[in-house]
């Protein structure tokens, strides 16, 4: 037992000079890369052409998933509809321990796997994440996080993925501990009021195996969580960040999901990321629901600066039927709901070029509306929105003024950099251009 608390310290003590290391060399900056765009109408596959590497440090690979009694997915019919047997790489059903992580769709992460790591082989730099869940497939972290037999489980298939794969480490996007994002369908556990507890013994046991496969392995393996941006995701039922902070020690940052503090299933129209509060925002929300409320919290609660990234969207989100208000802008007014987008009520920054609703001004950047919208910037919250006053569709977004504002933001504060999602919806490169200008990295 002596021996064995030695090599923690020891490990745990490289940790910290390693982390204190990698933040001192520049800013992280971090992109998702969902694996399901290599299946679209217009195909989003890995390579140097579709992907900028040199102006990121991280991919984030979206998504694999946790195997439970040989099956995975998500029944609940705003997610899959139904569980799909678990596969191996070559396709064939499998059946491995509870708790397991497992390819979402072995067809297309086969090869995009492969080709993350050739992007990689031209730049160096680049370290490649797998992100497990999102929303859509968070709900077995609860049953999988409850015991340490399935802890183990997950721990031992994360480490031979690394390695099989050639990975850099691992990413946890569990939308969200005691508060599942998606409603369990019936009869199925998808949340128990001692996640977050068991969430810091999942990311502890995590931790301690990448650490010593890394040891073999001569590499050093990354842990990274995205974490929800309210208060009822920082502190646990009893008021208590105790154990946010105990997770921190052991990750290598948190990504915020500092994004979606609104959306089409406000009744109202709001700003989709806010940087700042806007005092003309009479929601009961508005002080806690910016980005820099969020960050605040987490460093409130004594969580050091370069362990955090700012997560920014680069998609926007449209509502329809807004009246215009008393500005003509269709700001904070009421909406009979979602407009409809790129995907559902989703508007990528792509489409939004694509489609003409925004257009370049004289000095090239994406400023002007276009299609009859008008684009406003909220002085205040720093982030742009458009109008279209006859179609009465308002959209909320993020742009390269607002992607500079926040870059600014987090030099400002220290923090360790900056997470987007996603790749793909920055398909021209725009958004991800400003982020690698105003970060050193």
Request: net charge neutral.
């Amino acid at each position: 037992m002596m021996t064995n608390t030695v090599t923690r310290w020891m490990l745990a003590a490289a940790l910290c000079c390693v982390s204190a290391l990698a933040s001192a060399a520049g800013h992280e900056i971090v992109g998702y890369y969902p694996g399901w765009a290599a299946a679209n109408p217009t195909p989003f596959v890995v390579n140097g052409t579709n992907i900028a590497a040199s102006r990121l440090t991280v991919i984030n690979y979206a998504f694999l998933d946790i195997c439970w009694d040989g099956q995975h997915g998500n029944a609940s019919p705003a997610a899959d509809g139904a569980l799909k047997p678990c596969r191996d790489r070559a396709g064939k059903p499998i059946k491995p321990p509870d708790g397991a992580i497992v390819l979402g769709d072995p067809t297309l992460d086969v090869v995009n796997l492969r080709q993350l790591v050739k992007l990689k082989a031209t730049h160096p730099q680049l370290k490649l994440m797998a992100s497990v869940g999102g929303w859509n497939w968070s709900n077995q972290f609860s049953n999988m996080a409850a015991s340490e037999a399935t802890r183990s489980n997950f721990v031992d298939s994360a480490v031979a993925f690394v390695r099989a794969y050639r990975f850099d480490g691992i990413d946890l996007d569990w939308e969200f501990p005691t508060a599942i994002g998606l409603p369990c369908v019936a009869g199925a556990v998808c949340q128990r009021p001692e996640d977050k507890q068991n969430y810091v013994l999942l990311i502890d046991a995590l931790r301690w195996a990448l650490d010593l496969a890394g040891q073999k392995d001569h590499k050093r393996y990354l842990v990274t969580i995205a974490a929800g941006a309210g208060t009822n995701h920082v502190m646990d039922a009893s008021g208590s960040s105790a154990w946010l902070v105990a997770l921190a020690k052991s990750v290598d940052w948190i990504n915020i999901m500092a994004y979606d503090y609104h959306g089409p299933w406000d009744t109202n129209s709001g700003l989709l990321a806010p940087l700042f509060v806007d005092a003309n925002d009479s929601s009961p929300t508005a002080s806690t629901f910016n980005a820099d409320a969020s960050v605040k919290l987490f460093l409130d609660q004594g969580i050091a600066p370069n362990k955090l990234v700012l997560g920014l969207p680069f998609y926007g989100y449209g509502w329809a039927g807004c009246a215009p208000g008393p500005n003509a802008d269709a700001l904070y007014q009421p909406c009979s709901g979602a407009a409809v987008g790129s995907k559902g009520a989703n508007f990528d920054h792509a489409f939004l070029v694509d489609a003409g609703y925004l257009t370049k001004d004289t000095n090239g950047a994406y400023s002007v509306g276009g299609k009859g919208f008008i684009r406003h910037w909220n002085a205040a919250a720093k982030v742009p929105y458009l109008y279209n006053a006859d179609s009465k569709v308002f959209i909320s977004y993020e742009d390269e003024a607002s992607v500079h504002e926040k870059a600014i933001y987090i030099q400002g504060k220290g923090l360790r950099g900056a997470m987007f999602w996603e790749l793909n919806a920055d398909r021209h490169k725009i958004l991800g251009r400003v982020l690698a200008k105003d970060l050193p990295h």
